[in-house]
């Protein structure tokens, strides 16, 4: 008995489930799960264009509104084509007027593109002509071609003149006439040579941002509201960046307009600079475009450490580029508050109903079977694997929805119709040699394992199909619904397998 119990403890399957189980419950403990807006709360804004467009015109509307959403420092943002006219965005954790509206304004204004170097504009998205498609070589370096107005051309020409390797920068919305109060790292770094390219003795980035767009910086010392609605006066809005949100209030209370940007977990200096002005780049500026002869064909270049990078580097200037340009307006037609009290229902409700489901699972299976030595390690597999999932869906910030919640609820029903089969065909074996009993496990797991991966793939197969050719709340249904399926048939029904032979005396 003792030997039994060894090889089931030491069998690879059932190691593999261990790790995965404790690995979830410790990325659940450090890292806590993230919900949609339907659970945490929020609010639902439904936008239409001024006209029909197509596809890659809707494709590039999307990018360009999650790219200035993004800005705000907002966690939780879907935006999701419906049609060629509709777009439906989903923010989470906005329960206020005032912050449903900043994210209306953001939606309906048209965004503006700046090109700027040695802290002159000289040109925005009015400019640019056309933006070409991008390009990957074999060495992972990529490049975006574009064409820029004559006007912009001969003005960029006379201010790069003789200056290989300065940097370049382009903006979607920076913070024009502002007071930007932020930490002493982020000011120190942005008062440094970290965004200049290749040519250190060229204006940092804050003296270029100072000089473009009349932005000041200045490092948060303490100061109270009133020390900085001095400083900001002059200024359109005052900008506070990873600072005490209490500031807000009381700028606010000064009838100041203020934007609060705070930082996402793990964000670096360096992200957050970027994220707030909106930044790309900088480029360094290649000797060609150094002679002081205007060229209204240009390009971007870059090099990735593979292509999967490169692809995503490239195509983010591509469609920063398209969407300087954009030629559609857009409308909010409505807009929708989800209380997050209602929320914090739904997630009690949802637990509640695993808790039920879990139950109702174990007392079905003592029933069917008359054996707790089944009934507790099928429901307990369940459990395991509802555990597996979260801890992967907190590992890659997956945003958990009521949608999301039922595809692992659907994952795991598929997985306790599976340990039934696995379970009756261990106990349809007849019992005779020890060799002759081996045997047939051998061969009635085959026969299990067969049903349930041609079972796994069908479900695998139609959750893709939705996955791929659906929008909005099917995805999540899909995507847990998949990773439910592939965690049971790849470690959970294993193991299952194993600790159901050891328990029915078929090893």
Known sequence: MKRRTRNLLLNWRIILLTLFLVGSVATLAFKPLTFGIDISGGVALVAQTEHPVDSDTMQLV????????????LRDITVEAQGDQIVLIKVANVSTAEEANQIKSVIESQGVFYMEFSGTVFGTGEDVEYVGIYQIKPDNSWAVPFRISKGAAEKFAELAYGKK???????LDPPVNSLMVVPDSVYRLMNSTDFNAEAPNAPTLMERIGQAFNVTVVAYANQSADEIAKLAEGKDKIVLVDVPQDLQTRLEGMNLTVRYVPRAPGESDHALIVRVLGLYGPYS?????????????????????????????????YTVLKSGSLPVKLNVVGMEFISPRLGENFRTQALYAGLAALIAVLLIVYFH?????????????SLFEVVIILGFASLINWNLDLPSIAGIIAAIGTGVDQQIVITDELLSGERSTRITRRAS??????????????????????????????????KGFAFTTILGVLIGILITRPAYAEIAKYLLGED
């Open 165 to 171: 390797g300065w940097p370049v920068d382009m903006f």
């Open 369 to 381: 079977y008359r054996n707790w030595r089944i009934a507790i390690p099928v429901a307990s597999t």
């Open 62 to 73: 999307v990018s360009s509104l999650q790219k200035r959403l993004n800005t705000l420092g």
């Open 285 to 317: 500026l290649g000797e060609g475009l150094t002679v002081g002869e205007p060229q209204q064909d240009v390009q971007i270049t870059g090099a990735a450490p593979d292509r999967l990078t490169a692809e995503q580097e490239a195509s983010t200037i």
């Open 441 to 474: 496990v051998l061969r009635r797991m085959g026969r299990a394992f067969f049903v349930i991966f041609a079972s796994a793939a069908t479900t695998i197969a139609a959750m893709s199909f939705l996955l791929v050719y659906f929008v909005g709340t099917l």
